[in-house]
């Protein structure tokens, strides 16, 4: 008798791609981030490029493994903080320093949207970072969810203690994996969130 197997997570009606999540948003790196935010009901979230692995969630049927294959830190935690919006500014800056040259740096998110000039100085190409519709002003305060790895990150950790972080005990894997399962057809968003003019 042959094995059981086990069902799908879920149904895509498209392709996700994620082909280069170091270098430019990607509809994979959305869809993490926005898992992240999901579960742990936070304002925003967002994952870096070093925790998305370059490759395709294929159309279809979405099996546990095609989850395993596109994070190669599935088992890091997420977690969440508070910070300002000073703090939040400053990672946006941390993520868009290289462009358009790719970084395991850069961000992918949700809850709110960024725009950036590639050609102004490292450290001042942010222009527009918008959360429900309105202007992020410095002392503005805001929950964010990440996994654990990048909350600690050397790039990262000296915009925030990193030791306050809030954790919740649930993996990014099982955060994805969960998500699917909950909305059991989910479908690529096109819209850029973190936008070079």
């Not at 969810?145 to 972080?165: C, E, F, N, Q, V």
């Not at 894997?173 to 690529?188: G, K, Q, S």
Request: no cysteine.
């Amino acid at each position: 008798m042959p094995p059981a197997t086990a069902a799908p997570l879920g149904n895509a009606t498209a392709e996700f791609d994620n082909q280069r999540p170091n270098r430019s948003e990607t509809a994979w790196g959305r869809l993490v981030a926005d898992a992240i935010r999901a579960t742990t009901k936070s304002d925003i979230a967002f994952v870096y490029a070093f925790a998305l692995k370059a490759g395709t969630l294929k159309a279809g049927p979405i099996e546990s493994g095609s989850i395993d294959a596109l994070l190669p830190l599935g088992e890091d935690e997420v977690v969440t903080l508070t910070i300002t919006g000073a703090q939040l500014r400053a990672a946006l800056e941390r993520a868009v320093q290289a462009y358009p040259t790719g970084s395991a740096a850069f961000l992918h998110l949700s809850g709110f949207v960024a725009q950036f000039n590639a050609q102004s100085p490292i450290n001042r190409r942010l222009t527009m970072v918008r959360y429900k519709g309105r202007e992020v002003g410095d002392q503005d305060v805001l929950t964010v969810a990440m996994p654990i790895g990048l909350a600690r990150d050397a790039g990262y950790s000296t915009m925030w203690d990193s030791k306050k972080a809030q954790r919740t005990g649930a993996t990014l894997r099982d955060v994805v994996a969960n998500f699917i399962r909950e909305l059991r057809e989910v479908t690529p968003d096109p819209t850029v969130r973190l936008a070079p003019q």
